[in-house]
């Protein structure tokens, strides 16, 4: 499998996108080779807008630019975009409705050296929190360019989370499609079910082969919308499963699991383990490194999934 | 402008402000003083210089107007009432729970309301979203955006003032109403914005200086902001805080507080006469 990070989705889906949509704008806020919009930019260059550092008045004028009628979006990193700028994209954004895409990149832990002012591990938690604002976190290349697609044809405020780390492509670009909303059954199993999303999917995909040679199956789900959640996947796992563990490179507050949660109480309450960032800031260190420290790492899904199964 | 339309503004102007003072007394909240002092601009906008239809609100050709100082709502709903967008009669609705006159501007439930807005420093930054719109489109359009001076303590707006004039946008002007005090005391004291026309001017800004109730002086002004290349124009109005009812005029208390029913009383009565002598 070839490794290419999300945000190289970020900016070929852009690209992609600009032919059919030509109100296409984008803004970045200084970032635009490492959110990749850069690619956009040598491509576009007229429909490209430097905002400078001040992810605030970006935020509202892709605002204003959207109120117009024009489809927008604006880039930072997660922490600027869902952090900084957050009562920006509230207020401006998503109380009017908006048509503003907010694409996040460089998003949890696996931005690595950076170290924690930039490892941004809250972003699902505020933006899930924001009414009526769409929730999206590719798992590779192929997913995270074709979310941006699809994007052509999806209103509203959405926020898209991309990571800075080269993960591996396991989506078919020939055959894949982008449904807005739909969690995706990677791998079946009755046994217990792995809710994954953005760059833990690839890690459960790989816990769940090393489960089924050992005779356990494993259930893995690409969970690519955290919000409006495909509650019909997580009841039938519920249902016909034994426990849910879920697996997202965020804090366990109010992300993935705490989505997974919310549905599980309401409609069938069964065993969940949340496995993510636990209430605590990263440090710097290579992204592989953090990741298997944080036990983000299919080796620990592994442990986490056969000690559930042991209780 | 003749003598004769300035009259017609003053009128306007003086019925805009017993909307106000009738919206925030009913609701019993809201924010007198702020908008009783842009309440003359409001007017000149709405019933002379902006290119809007109440017919069609949504207008794609329409001169857009962000009320980035949200809390002078009661000002801006009133002009909009009296230029046609909605019956006066709904300023009593301010508010209250099942109207659409929002506390602050709302642009999904008021027609004529072009940005939600209320969050200080917000509304700028939108108002330069609009204008790089109608700069990449090539629309005629002008953006109009009001901020208040305490407003000018927010970081976003410096963001914005540099992101207008970096993509040189000469189709919006922003209007700052100096009337000199926040819910805290007077500007100068909170945290001074001074001097506004030297700071915007070092952001790259053409910057004009007027008396914000004065229908000729802003005429001249907004002419002049139409002359302007490549930079964006932001007019400075001195304005008093309170303007036209006697007991709120300069007074800080009532920058967030609605006029009991005597208190009301005596606003109607100033206004009304003032109203009838305009229109003798």
């Known amino acids: ?311 | 402008m003749d003598k004769k339309f300035v009259k017609e503004l003053e009128i306007a102007a003086a019925k805009v402000r017993i909307g106000i003072i009738e919206g925030v007394h009913s609701a019993k909240a809201g924010h007198p003083g702020g908008s009783l002092s842009c309440a003359d601009l409001l007017t000149y906008l709405y019933l002379h210089r902006l290119h809007v239809d109440p017919a069609d609100p949504k207008m794609p050709t329409r001169d857009r107007m962000v009320l980035s100082k949200g809390h002078a709502a009661p000002a801006l709903y009133a002009a909009l009432a009296l230029r046609g967008f909605f019956p006066m009669e709904e300023m009593k609705t301010l508010r209250k729970i099942d109207s659409r006159m929002q506390g602050h501007p709302d642009s999904l439930k008021i027609p004529g309301v072009d940005a939600s807005t209320g969050s200080l420093g917000q509304g700028i930054s939108a108002a330069c979203g609009m204008a790089l719109s109608g700069k990449i489109s090539c629309d005629s359009y002008k953006v109009y955006t009001i901020l208040g001076d305490g407003e000018l303590q927010e970081g976003e707006v410096w963001e914005a003032a540099m992101f207008a004039a970096h993509y040189q946008l000469d189709n919006l002007v922003a209007v700052v109403d100096n009337n000199g005090m926040q819910i805290d005391g007077k500007v100068s004291e909170v945290m001074s914005p001074y001097p506004i026309d030297r700071k915007f001017e070092a952001f790259g800004w053409h910057v004009i200086n007027i008396n914000g109730h004065d229908f000729n002086e802003m005429e001249k002004a907004f002419n002049e902001a139409e002359t302007v290349m490549q930079k964006p124009t932001v007019i400075i109005m001195r304005t008093v805080k309170g303007k036209g009812v006697s007991y709120m005029e300069d007074a800080l208390e009532w920058h967030g507080k609605a006029p009991n029913d005597e208190q009301y009383e005596i606003a109607m009565k100033e206004l009304t006469a003032h109203l009838a002598e305009l229109e003798r």
């Open chain 1, 1 to 311: 499998m070839a490794n290419k990070a999300t945000r190289e989705g970020y900016g070929d889906g852009l690209c992609a996108l600009a032919e059919v949509r030509p109100d296409l704008i984008v803004l970045d806020a200084d970032l635009s080779a490492a959110t990749k919009t850069c690619i956009f930019q040598k491509a576009y260059p007229e429909k490209h807008f430097n905002c400078g550092i001040a992810e605030s008045n970006m935020m509202g004028v892709a605002a204003g630019l959207a109120s117009t009628g024009k489809l927008v979006f604006a880039s930072s990193f997660a922490m600027f975009a869902a952090g900084r700028a957050f009562e920006i994209v509230r207020n401006s954004i998503a109380y009017p409705k908006l048509n503003v895409k907010i694409g996040a990149t460089h998003a949890g832990i696996s931005v690595g050296e950076d170290g924690a002012t930039h490892q941004c591990c809250e972003d699902i938690a505020l933006m899930r929190a924001i009414p009526g604002m769409t929730v999206i976190n590719p798992a590779d290349y192929v997913e995270a360019k074709a979310a941006v697609l699809a994007m052509a044809e999806y209103e509203g405020p959405t926020y898209l989370r991309f990571g800075r780390l080269a993960v591996p492509i396991y989506n078919d670009e020939a055959t894949y499609k982008f449904e807005v909303g739909k969690g995706i059954t990677v791998r079946d199993g009755d046994d217990i079910s792995i809710f994954a999303t953005g760059l833990m999917v690839a890690e459960a995909m790989e816990a769940g082969q090393i489960l089924a040679d050992e005779g356990i199956n494993a259930r893995v789900v690409n969970i690519h919308t955290i919000k409006p959640i495909d509650r019909d996947v997580i009841v039938k796992a519920a249902k016909e499963t034994k426990a849910i563990v879920t697996v997202e490179e965020h804090s366990t507050i109010g992300g993935l699991g705490s989505a997974v949660c919310d549905v599980v109480l309401e409609e069938f309450p069964t065993t969940v383990v949340k496995l993510g960032i636990e209430d605590a800031f990263g440090h710097s260190g290579a992204a592989k490194d953090l990741l298997r420290e944080y036990g983000l790492c299919a080796e620990n899904i592994v442990n986490v999934v056969k000690s559930v199964l042991k209780k």
